[in-house]
Nanobody, 119 residues
Framework: QVQLVESGGGLVQAGGSLRLSCAAS????????MGWFRQTPGKEREFVAS????????VYTDSVKGRFTISRDNAKNTVYLQINSLKPEDTAVYYC????????????WGQGTQVTVSS
């Protein structure tokens, strides 16, 4: 049974930082690419960042480039999202997701962690 559990969200002031973690179980990290998405009420879920199983390819959405850093530790089956210089518009529920490498559909999702940025 695949399980993704996010943690690290919270309430921070604009300009602050957070480190989100996603602990994966039930899937071999060597074949799964991981991604972070976010969603605000009334909006569609938005892609934030992704990292391939070996960390060789990383992609960010334009609005977070230079502020967010995705990384993974396959020994711990954990993926991270370091979020710096937070802005109020970063407020959202952040989800991690997993997909089999070289495919396009994320099949597994976590329950989400809330990030709230106050101005």
């Amino acid at each position: 049974q695949v399980q993704l559990v996010e943690s690290g969200g919270g309430l921070v002031q604009a300009g602050g930082s957070l480190r989100l973690s996603c602990a994966a179980s039930g899937l071999p990290s060597s074949i799964f690419d991981m991604g972070w998405f976010r969603q605000t009420p009334g909006k569609e879920r938005e892609f934030v960042a992704s990292i391939t199983w070996n960390g060789n390819s990383i992609v960010y959405t334009d609005s977070v480039k230079g502020r967010f850093t995705i990384s993974r530790d396959n020994a711990k089956n954990t993926v991270y999202l370091q979020i710096n210089s937070l802005k109020p518009e970063d407020t959202a529920v952040y989800y991690c997701a997993a997909k089999i490498q070289r495919t396009t559909t994320y099949n597994y999702w976590g329950q989400g962690t809330q990030v709230t940025v106050s101005s």
